[in-house]
Nanobody, 124 residues
Framework: QVQLVESGGGLVQAGDSLRLSCAAS????????MGWFRQAPGQEREFVAA????????NYANSVKGRFTISRHNAKNTVYLQMSSLKPEDTAVYYC?????????????????WGQGTQVTVSS
C-alpha cells in the first residue's frame, strides 16, 4: 500500500529555516505529483506547495511564495519543503500528499494519499 512519511518538523523561532521531508513508498513516484498542505488549530487545511512528477513545474500559495521551496528527488522517492523566514502564522501540522497524476494541482480533494503530518511551531 501507499505510505507517505513526513519528517523534519519542530519548534523554531521566527526568521529561522526548516526543511520537511516526505518519503513515499508503494507508488510510482516519478509519475505522481506531490503536494504539501497545512492545518492550523481551528482552521481548515490549506494548500502550501505542489510539484509535478518530473519536478519541472511547481505551485505555491501566495502566503509562502518567495519563502518556501518545494523540490523532489525521484531516485530517493522523497519530496522536500524548504521553509525560510518562518513566521508564527506558519505554525501548523504539515501534511504531504500524493496524487495519481503528474499535474501539481492545488486542491486537496485531488490528492489520493496523505501522510500522518508533522508539527511545525514557530515562536515569535
Amino acid at each position: 500500500q501507499v505510505q507517505l512519511v513526513e519528517s523534519g518538523g519542530g519548534l523554531v523561532q521566527a526568521g529561522d529555516s526548516l526543511r520537511l521531508s516526505c518519503a513515499a513508498s508503494g507508488l510510482t513516484f516519478s509519475t505522481s505529483a506531490m503536494g504539501w498542505f497545512r492545518q492550523a488549530p481551528g482552521q481548515e487545511r490549506e494548500f502550501v506547495a505542489a510539484i509535478s512528477g518530473s519536478g519541472g513545474s511547481t505551485n505555491y500559495a501566495n502566503s509562502v511564495k518567495g519563502r518556501f521551496t518545494i523540490s523532489r528527488h525521484n531516485a530517493k522517492n522523497t519530496v522536500y519543503l524548504q521553509m525560510s523566514s518562518l513566521k508564527p502564522e506558519d505554525t501548523a501540522v504539515y501534511y504531504c500528499a500524493a496524487r495519481r497524476g503528474i499535474i501539481p494541482v492545488t486542491i486537496d480533494s485531488e490528492y489520493n494519499y496523505w501522510g500522518q503530518g508533522t508539527q511545525v511551531t514557530v515562536s515569535s
